[in-house]
């Protein structure tokens, strides 16, 4: 079973940055992505960003410019690098990752708040 172990959340000012980490463990299996989800209160859960294998990146609209998904291969480790943060970042952000062992599977971390707030 696959873990999945966040850190990096906190409190920042408004225009701040928080670096999130998420690092994978267990039968992970081939790796097709992973990525971070974020879910404020009273709203959907949304995909911030995604890295495939092959290493493409793709980022929700109101994240672009601001925030860089990257990959440790051979830590199973993802990164968020969130920079000029605003208040409406203020969210849990989850990071998952999707593999592969037999079929395809997604497992989840345990979620990690970040508050943007003067």
């Known amino acids: 079973q696959v873990q999945l172990v966040e850190s990096g959340g906190g409190l920042v000012q408004p225009g701040g940055s928080l670096r999130l980490s998420c690092a994978a463990s267990g039968g992970i299996g081939i790796i097709n992505a992973m990525g971070w989800y974020r879910q404020a209160p009273g709203k959907q859960r949304e995909l911030v960003a995604e890295?495939?294998?092959?290493?493409?990146?793709n980022y929700v609209d109101s994240v672009k410019g601001r925030f860089t998904i990257s990959r440790d291969n051979a830590k199973n480790t993802v990164f968020l690098q969130m920079n000029s943060l605003k208040p409406e970042d203020t969210a849990v952000y989850y990071c998952y990752i999707e593999s592969w062992l037999g079929r395809v599977s997604r497992s989840w971390g345990q979620g990690t708040q970040v508050t943007v707030s003067s």
């Open positions: 890295i495939t294998s092959p290493g493409s990146t």
